[in-house]
Structure formats: structure tokens, C-alpha cells
């Protein structure tokens, strides 16, 4: 019987979304997996961010709270330098053990892009890659040929469906189907409320109500300062 497959989905979350919340969710409900979202100290794939990682980290926090199956994983924020996933998947092997089954969770733009990342063949060594559907970015072999051949070829022969990736520590690659694409992102969701249109109803409401309380996104906080204990959720 093979074991549960522990599934990591990273990101800036720069900020959480409705969107982040709805895959988290069909993943966990795909594949009866533990799903964690850990916010990335330092993207090396996107500028900086424009709210600091103890923000982005406590906004997770109330984005998650009483979700089942679904929470934050601090261990990027405790890093300094870029929050290459190659290292994070390192160490959770190493906590894990060389059998637990491992993936990890990205969007079809992130694959697309995939041969740009840190040792990004050395991912297959260390975890599944599981992909889910983006706007804009289809996972399909003739999209993935014109845009990253690179990708198509690894993945190619490592292609399963997602529910033989527990059967497996590591190697494999799957999508799984959103039920509908989400339109929420973090780019417009910041315009948005830099412009005053109405953004409320992207985010859960305690996540709202934090971003109000903080002034984020706001024209005059392109710079954020650090919150200090009492500031955490």
C-alpha cells in the first residue's frame, strides 16, 4: 500500500487569492493529500515583492485557517537568498526520508518556464512535479513543443495520472484538471486596489479586512515596514 503523498505549493502569494485557495483545494481533494503553501522569501522568478514575507506569511495564516488538509510552511522565510525550490525540496527529503512520496505544485505558466529554474532536472530526483491549469498556459504536448521543448522532453516519459504518484517517492509528472479556470491573480489583484476598484471579493474576508487594516497595495506603501509581533495574526 503506498503512503500518502504530501503535496508543497509555493509561490510570493504576494497576495493570498481565492485562486491559490481553489487549487490548493482540488489537489487536496484529487490525491487526499496534505497540502502546504509556502511562501517564498525570496522569488527568484518574479521582482520583489511588495509585501514583506511576515505579511505574506500571516495573510496565508488566516487564508488557510479551518481548512482542512490545507496550511503554511514557513521554512523559505527562515532562508536567506533566492528561495530556490531545488533546496527546499532538498531539505524535505531530508526530513522525510527517501521514500515519502513528494510533489511539488506549479501552475502550467510556471512550467512553461521550468528550464529556467535552479537545477530543474534535479526536481525529478527529489519530488513529482504536479501541474494544474493557468489562463492563458495549456498543458498539452503541442504547446509545451513550441514554447519548451526542453520541458517536453523530461516530462514526456515521466507523464501519470495523479493518482499513481503516491505509488512513487519522486520521478513522476501530472496534471490535474481545475474544475473551471480561475481569473483571480496577484498582479491585477494589486492594481486593483491601488485604483480603488472593487478587490474585496478576490480574497477571503479576513484576508480583505488585513489588507484594509495594513494599507497595503496602496500607491504610498511601495515599501512596507516589517510587522512586528503584535501585527501577526
Known amino acids: 500500500m503506498s503512503s500518502p503523498i504530501r503535496v508543497y505549493y509555493g509561490g510570493s502569494f504576494d497576495p493570498v487569492h481565492n485562486g491559490h485557495l481553489a487549487v490548493a483545494r482540488t489537489v487536496r481533494d484529487a490525491l487526499s493529500a496534505q497540502v502546504a503553501l509556502l511562501p517564498a522569501h525570496d ?16 495573510m ?10 490545507l496550511y503554511v510552511d514557513r521554512r523559505e522565510l527562515n532562508r536567506e537568498g533566492p528561495s530556490w525550490t531545488v533546496d527546499t525540496l532538498t531539505e524535505l527529503r531530508g526530513e522525510l526520508g527517501v521514500m515519502a512520496p513528494i510533489a511539488w505544485l506549479i501552475g502550467a505558466d510556471s512550467l512553461l518556464q521550468l528550464a529556467s529554474w535552479h537545477r530543474w532536472r534535479k526536481l525529478f ?11 492563458g498556459a495549456a498543458v498539452d504536448a503541442d504547446a509545451l513543443r513550441s514554447q519548451a521543448p526542453e520541458v517536453l522532453a523530461e516530462i514526456a516519459p515521466r507523464w501519470r495520472d495523479p493518482v499513481q504518484l503516491p505509488d512513487a517517492a519522486h520521478g513522476g509528472f501530472a496534471r490535474v484538471a481545475m474544475p473551471a479556470l480561475r481569473p483571480e491573480s496577484s498582479t491585477e489583484l494589486r492594481r486593483r486596489i491601488r485604483d480603488g476598484e472593487p478587490w474585496q471579493d478576490w480574497v477571503p474576508p479576513a484576508v480583505a479586512a488585513y489588507i484594509t487594516h495594513h494599507g497595503l497595495y496602496q500607491p504610498a506603501t511601495a515599501i512596507i515596514p516589517t510587522l512586528s509581533t503584535s501585527d501577526k495574526p
Do not use: C, M, S, Y
Open 125 to 135: 530526483e527529489l519530488a513529482h512535479i504536479l501541474v494544474v491549469d493557468r489562463p
Open 43 to 58: 522569488p527568484p522568478h518574479k521582482g520583489p515583492t511588495r509585501a514583506d514575507a511576515l505579511q505574506r506569511a500571516a
Open 60 to 69: 496565508l495564516d488566516l487564508a488557510v485557517d479551518g481548512e482542512r488538509g
